[in-house]
Antibody, heavy 118, light 110 residues
Framework: QVQLVQSGAEVKKPGASVKVSCKSS????????MHWVRQAPGQGPEWMGI????????TYAQKLQGRVTMTRDTSTSTDHMELSSLRSEDTAVYYC???????????WGQGTLVTVSS | QSALTQPASVSGSPGQSITISCTGT?????????VSWYQQHPGKAPKLMIS???SRPSGVSNRFSGSKSGNTASLTISGLQTEDEADYYC??????????FGTGTKVTVL
């Protein structure tokens, strides 16, 4: 069965960076793109970006351009999302979401809570 | 990219049908047949219920159906059940590998 297992919760100070990992299993890793989605407390999901199957191409939401970097290691079937210059508004649960192949997210990681606080 | 517009809440009695709307623009919902719907229970990750406007993934109840007209997509839940009480979000492809989510709708089963 498809599984996406994310790294643990993080607490960061404003201005710092955070890197969240997402290890995939149960499917051919290089056959699917990966999205990253975040959800602030009490808010709806926000699409952050996507990395393609091979890891060669990324597309980021405009508001995060310059602060977010998505990478993937095909040798370990692991995706990474790094967000820099953290602010309190970045406090959220961050999810990796495997693309369904039909322009949707079919499988979600368990989520990683990132708290930004001084 | 602005969030797609959904009603904040919709309610219905068990057995009834309800419809949730998701309004975008000619550049997203109106242009692409790539609207997805997600169900989210408290403290859980969202679950894909509908993709490509009306396609149900394996395992999703046929009580859930999707449609689209112009710039507005809709999710209909028929035979409403208590376990359907959750938050629902739409999402649309907007071109150039970009996506946007809706504002979310809280479904209450009376």
């Amino acid at each position: 069965q498809v599984q996406l297992v994310q790294s643990g919760a993080e607490v960061k100070k404003p201005g710092a960076s955070v890197k969240v990992s997402c290890k995939s299993s149960g499917y051919t890793f290089t056959s699917y793109h990966m999205h990253w989605v975040r959800q602030a407390p009490g808010q709806g999901p926000e699409w952050m970006g996507i990395i393609n199957r091979s890891g060669s191409t990324t597309t980021y939401a405009q508001k995060l351009q310059g602060r977010v970097t998505m990478t993937r290691d095909t040798s370990t079937s692991t995706d990474h999302m790094e967000l820099s210059s953290l602010r309190s508004e970045d406090t959220a649960v961050y999810y990796c979401v495997r693309d369904s192949g039909k322009y949707g997210g079919s499988h979600w990681g368990q989520g990683t809570l990132v708290t930004v606080s001084s | 990219q602005s969030a797609l517009t959904q009603p904040a809440s919709v309610s219905g009695s068990p057995g009834q049908s309800i419809t949730i709307s998701c309004t975008g623009t000619r550049s997203d919902v109106g242009h692409y047949n790539y609207v997805s719907w997600y169900q989210q229970h408290p403290g859980k990750a969202p679950k894909l219920m509908i993709s490509e406007v009306s396609s149900r993934p394996s395992g999703v109840s046929n009580r859930f159906s999707g449609s689209k007209s112009g710039n507005t997509a809709s999710l209909t839940i028929s035979g409403l059940q208590t376990e359907d009480e959750a938050d629902y979000y739409c999402s649309s492809y907007t071109g150039n590998s970009l996506y946007v989510f809706g504002t979310g709708t809280k479904v209450t089963v009376l």
